[in-house]
């Protein structure tokens, strides 16, 4: 009795942590915002049912904000990646404080590599945005990537409807480097730009063709003095190559420019290339058509990691797995036979569960 008196009690607190939290959220407070997050980033299964309740009204509201605009986007999400010492986090301070003077308000997720034994950020990007951290209108998160693939955490998607609910109309996902599983952030944000430092010739001729397909936007960086030639250089050579790609829209094709953040040039140049992205992509219709496949996406990532979370937590399963390994690992049998083997038992744990 006392055990289900105070189970009810925790409850309640829960939910009136949900609803002040919601509340302070819409209204822009930016504590309430980072409390959000950290919400839906625990794995406490308690506070994952209140970050899914806190997510579904956040959901409403922007919806409902959407539709008082005419059902037009209410923010702008720019994926900005490209390999460690490309300038991502000096460009994002000097083009956060442009795009505040320009009125908007700006969220930067940020991912920082993670070591693989604690989990914790090491390069803590808040230290490399110093002048950006300081206004008002911005807003920035690290998260560690914890190994993820994709360069994106799993509740990347979560953060930016939080920051949006909190009235951030500009979001930018800055990712973990450039690589064949840099694909997850493209399904995230309208406009995915590549960030590349003079010097990177060779990385043009390594990078997975299918990541040139999904650029939008490249800016190459540190664009001043001596290292002109070498920059101009690397332009030509990604106009040329970007020529030869498959375009991935109909509606524009993927532009070059170059920008220094020390002498803060070309700042202005790559918001008119976003700009006109995001109003080419409005226009043809394709920008709503996006986010409606990038929902159906988010939907079947939660379906794929919701089935991963009950496979890994029963003992039965995890005994198996472990038992068919060795098996696998001696060559007794292949790797097809045990996974079939251990899917079949799966179904019948859950079979028997629900009967």
């Not at 000097?94 to 920082?112: E, N, P, S, Y």
């Not at 490399?128 to 994106?152: C, F, H, K, N, Q």
Request: contains cysteine.
């Amino acid at each position: 009795m006392f055990a289900q008196r105070f189970t009810s009690i925790v409850s309640r607190r829960y939910v009136s942590t949900v609803v002040d939290l919601y509340k302070g959220l819409i209204n822009g407070d930016r504590g309430c915002l980072a409390k959000c997050i950290t919400l839906v980033e625990s794995t406490h299964k308690e506070k994952q049912q209140n970050a899914k309740e806190l997510l579904s009204q956040v959901l409403q509201e922007l919806k409902q904000r959407q539709q008082k605009q005419s059902n037009k986007p209410i923010s702008f999400r720019i994926g900005l990646s490209g390999s460690p010492g490309a300038g991502k986090s000096t460009f994002i301070n000097v083009f956060g404080r442009f795009l505040i003077q320009q009125g908007h308000k700006v969220a930067v997720l940020t991912v920082d590599p993670s070591s693989s034994t604690s989990g914790g950020s090491i390069l803590g990007d808040k230290t490399r945005m110093l002048d950006l951290s300081r206004e008002s209108d911005a807003y920035i998160r690290t998260s560690p990537s914890a190994g993820t693939l994709g360069g994106v955490t799993r509740t990347t998607n979560d953060a930016i409807v939080l920051c949006e609910a909190a009235g951030y109309n500009v979001i930018l996902v800055e990712t973990v480097g450039v690589g064949q599983s840099e694909f997850a952030v493209v399904d995230m944000v309208d406009m995915f730009c590549v960030l590349l430092p003079p010097g990177s010739g060779d990385e043009l001729q390594g990078m997975k063709k299918g990541i040139m397909e999904l650029v939008d936007l490249v800016i190459v960086t540190k664009a001043d003095g001596e290292l002109m030639p070498e920059v101009r250089r690397l332009q030509t050579e990604w106009l040329s190559a970007l020529r030869l790609m498959r375009r991935r829209s109909p509606n524009w094709k993927p532009k070059v420019i170059s920008v220094s953040a020390r002498t803060n040039t070309g700042i202005d140049k790559s918001w008119e290339q976003m700009f006109e992205f995001e109003n080419a992509m409005i226009k043809s219709g394709e920008f709503m058509t996006k986010r409606s496949n990038q929902l159906q996406k988010w939907m079947w990532n939660n379906v794929k990691d919701r089935i991963l979370e009950q496979f890994l937590a029963d003992d039965d399963i995890q005994k198996a797995i472990q038992s068919y390994e060795q098996r696998v690992i001696r060559g007794l049998i292949t790797p097809f036979v045990a996974a079939d083997a251990i899917l079949a038992l799966f179904a019948k744990v859950k079979t028997d569960k629900t009967t």
